[in-house]
């Protein structure tokens, strides 16, 4: 996570993105493949994170100021809108939908001729402003639904959380991608392709940064 909330900053992804990069390069530089593997893959990781609209904005800022008085209401709305995003896009992967697939691809490519830290602060930029659609959007057509399915996966946790989450995590995608929701999917599969293109862009960049210095793919 990386966002700002009433004066506050949480998480520390892009310096995490950082440090993990610049040991990703020391390992590789002294022939500990291993470990630039390993470093390389949380720099990615991380850097995939700060792509993902609530990692980088925890909320809009008139729905909060709406809604100041019902913090408990609040962090039940957001943390289950963030998560029925998540498993919407989850959803999409499993069942190899084809336009995230080539989303994906087109970023890296793009992202090949760029450096390894090509523009982070814009790419966060990017991923904020896409945000406030994508909360609104989950909210207004889907929202009583997967609030209410992730109520009942409240209930079954206080017994067993992993219970839980399996619950509310069924009844999300039975609330998305139910047959007459299926139309309301054309927006979330815009926007999140566009998301995907620029995490592509951005993994490319990376990877390229390394490969273009010899610290991939070497002959030994």
């Not at 814009?122 to 989950?138: D, G, Q, T």
């Not at 619950?167 to 926007?191: C, G, Q, T, Y």
């Not at 273009?212 to 002959?219: A, C, T």
Request: with cysteine; net charge positive; glycine share 10%.
């Amino acid at each position: 996570m990386y966002f700002k909330l009433m004066g506050t900053t949480y998480g520390i992804a892009p310096q995490s993105f950082r440090v993990h990069r610049d040991l990703a390069a020391l390992a590789f530089e002294n022939r500990e493949d291993y470990w630039g593997w390993r470093y390389l893959a949380r720099g990615a990781h991380y850097l995939a994170d700060l792509g993902h609209p609530f990692h980088v904005k925890g909320l809009p800022g008139s729905f909060l100021v709406r809604n100041y008085f019902t913090r408990q209401e609040i962090f039940k709305i957001v943390s289950a809108l963030h998560q029925s995003y998540e498993i919407y896009v989850e959803r999409r992967f499993r069942e190899g939908f084809e336009p995230f697939k080539q989303a994906l691809l087109q970023g890296a490519r793009e992202g090949q001729s760029e450096g390894a830290d090509a523009g982070l602060q814009a790419y966060i930029k990017r991923s904020k402003k896409r945000h406030n659609p994508v909360f609104y959007y989950l909210l207004d057509q889907f929202g009583r639904g997967l609030l209410d399915a992730f109520a009942k996966g409240d209930e079954v946790s206080q017994l067993d959380a992993a219970a839980g989450s399996n619950r509310s995590s069924r009844d999300a995608v039975k609330v998305l991608f139910k047959d007459e929701n299926l139309p309301k999917l054309a927006f979330l599969d815009e926007i999140t392709c566009e998301i995907l293109t620029d995490v592509g862009r951005m993994q490319g960049a990376l990877f390229n940064g390394f490969a273009s210095r010899g610290k991939l793919y070497r002959n030994r």
